[in-house]
């Protein structure tokens, strides 16, 4: 994806009353996704700063975004009504993992969304992922499969995904509309209809000036931090025994087709079309479903 000048349009929902805090988080995280290539020139950004953590971007194709901070690259799993990270791969299986579900999209899904997790890590090691019974490996620091994508999320700087390519025409237009829509998720038709019609009243443009800029600020941001946090993580590696530094065995990475009867886990929907997760001693057929949408 491209443009004359490298700008990112952003399109930004913000009240008067809103904390500063909010803007201010919001455009850190696009620096972010900007400096790792999620995000190009040309690419665009449609936001509400009531509702953090979620935007919808046009960039390669159309899709809702949102980030989830993880400890490693790890595994990830996709199905039509969630994205589950997971430290091994059992442990995408399991409820208490972080993920994100479709039903708290900010937006009622349609069947055209394309819904990307970005999972943010520091770790040197590639993310791997499973659907349909089988393990894959990210191409471009990303995996997808049916509507769901996860991007293995690299911070620091030190790598970068592909150039984009051009959306098609329908994301184009696709975008415009479910931007727009999360862009007045928290207000009611009439601001809707103010948005609608009054779109660049509520646009900018961050141009590569602006992002060096932010990028220098996080620079910093990040020495001050370490000088406070660097004394604790020195203490934390020194006691005895500190098991959550020593990683997992290979008998916690077992095959995926054995994945969801080990874990006790059975997945379904319900009429609602909202996951349902249901604990079992055994799954009902022994053998994991293949996922549908």
């Given at each position: 994806m491209s443009s004359d000048t490298g700008d990112v349009r952003v399109h930004m929902y913000v009240a008067p009353n809103t904390p500063s805090a909010g803007p201010a988080q919001m455009l850190y995280q696009i620096m972010e996704l900007w400096e790792f290539g999620v995000l190009g020139p040309g690419s665009r950004v449609w936001c509400n700063i009531d509702i953090p953590n979620a935007m919808w971007v046009l960039s390669d194709r159309s899709s809702f975004l949102r980030v989830i901070d993880v400890p490693s690259a790890g595994w990830v799993r996709l199905s039509p009504q969630e994205?589950?990270?997971g430290r091994v791969l059992n442990d995408v299986y399991k409820s208490d993992q972080p993920?994100?579900?479709l039903r708290g999209m900010p937006i009622a899904p349609d069947p055209y969304d394309t819904v990307t997790v970005a999972f943010r890590n520091n770790d040197s090691e590639p993310m791997r992922a499973t659907f349909s019974n089988a393990t894959h490996t990210c191409v471009d620091f990303e995996i997808a499969h049916r509507g769901?994508?996860?991007?293995d999320f690299k911070m620091g700087g030190l790598v970068r995904k592909s150039a984009?390519?051009?959306?098609t025409e329908f994301d184009r237009c696709h975008a415009m509309v479910r931007g727009v829509e999360l862009m007045s998720a928290s207000t009611g038709a009439a601001m809707h209809a103010v948005i609608r019609e009054n779109l660049d009243a509520f646009t900018t443009t961050i141009g590569p000036e602006d992002?060096?800029?932010?990028?220098s600020a996080r620079q910093r941001m990040s020495q001050a931090t370490e000088r406070i946090v660097d004394p604790i993580m020195q203490s934390i590696v020194e006691l005895p025994g500190i098991g959550p530094f020593n990683g997992y065995t290979d008998e916690d990475a077992f095959e995926p087709e054995e994945d969801a009867e080990k874990a006790g886990y059975a997945e379904g929907t319900s009429s609602g079309g909202s996951t349902v997760q249901v604990n079992q001693?055994?799954?009902?057929?022994g053998e994991v479903q293949e996922e549908v949408s």
């Open positions: 994205v589950v990270w993920r994100f579900e769901r994508r996860a991007i984009l390519a051009e959306p992002f060096e800029r932010m990028r001693s055994k799954s009902t057929s």
